[in-house]
């Protein structure tokens, strides 16, 4: 069955350094997103992106969040400058289209230390 | 703007108990309503969704739910509980299905099954 997979699992950065997510996305789906949690709290979308370009994007998504589809296969998302507040699990989804279900993968867990 | 309540942080119950997790929606208009469950070190997989129709919606793993619009709730239940059920649930909201819209999550409840 076709899943969407991310990498690292677990990251661990120090504050102030660059990470790179990355997501690969089930291959026929046209809509990708990332959504983070932060430890005990609700799931938070963070970006969707359609068409090589992102759609919506939530106000946690600041200047320092950018996303891209570098390759046709890979989706990532680039924090620029972690802050201790990053820390969290970032899911990427995806869905095929219109009214259809979004899948998400396991997610990496960052520690910003 | 959307909201989801999960009023229930943590639910204990027994094996081969029966279980019902609440949600609670805010949208003016149908929204779109789905429970995912979060086992521990995994993602978010789906169990069920409402679009339209029939309100009581069938999911994988005996789950299901039901959507009562004059309550504004959209409870997720299971007639009898297996210890593989422990996990994290969540209750989501979609504003439409264009795929660009994202989902709003509720907090989430945590099941714990005992023997």
């Known amino acids: 069955e076709p899943e969407v997979t991310q990498t690292p699992s677990h990251q661990v950065t120090q504050m102030g350094q660059e990470v790179i997510l990355r997501c690969v996305p089930i291959?026929?789906?046209?809509?990708f997103y990332w959504y983070r949690q932060i430890l005990g709290q609700k799931v938070e979308f963070l970006v969707s992106f359609y068409n090589n370009e992102i759609s919506e994007k939530s106000e946690i998504f600041d200047d320092q969040f950018s996303v891209e589809r570098p390759d046709g296969s890979n989706f990532t998302l680039k924090i620029r400058s972690t802050k201790l507040e990053d820390s969290a699990m970032y899911f990427c989804?995806?869905?095929?289209?219109?009214?259809?279900?979004?899948?998400f993968g396991q997610g990496t867990r960052l520690t910003v230390v | 703007a959307q909201s989801v309540t999960q009023p229930d942080i943590h639910i204990t119950v027994s094996e081969g108990a029966s279980l019902e997790l609440r949600c609670n929606y805010s949208y003016g208009a149908t929204p779109y309503l789905f429970w995912y469950v979060q086992s521990p070190g995994q993602g978010l997989q789906l169990l069920l969704k409402?679009?339209?129709?029939?309100?009581l919606v069938q999911g994988i793993k005996g789950f299901e739910a039901e959507f009562k619009r004059s309550q504004s709730s959209f409870n997720l239940r299971k007639p009898s509980v297996h210890w593989s059920d422990a996990a994290e649930y969540f209750c989501a909201v979609g504003e439409d299905l264009s795929g660009n819209t994202p989902l709003v999550f509720g907090k989430g409840t945590r099941l714990s099954v005992i023997a």
């Open positions: 409402y679009f339209s129709g029939d309100t």
């Open positions: 291959s026929n789906h046209l809509y």
């Open positions: 989804a995806s869905s095929e289209g219109a009214g259809t279900e979004a899948f």
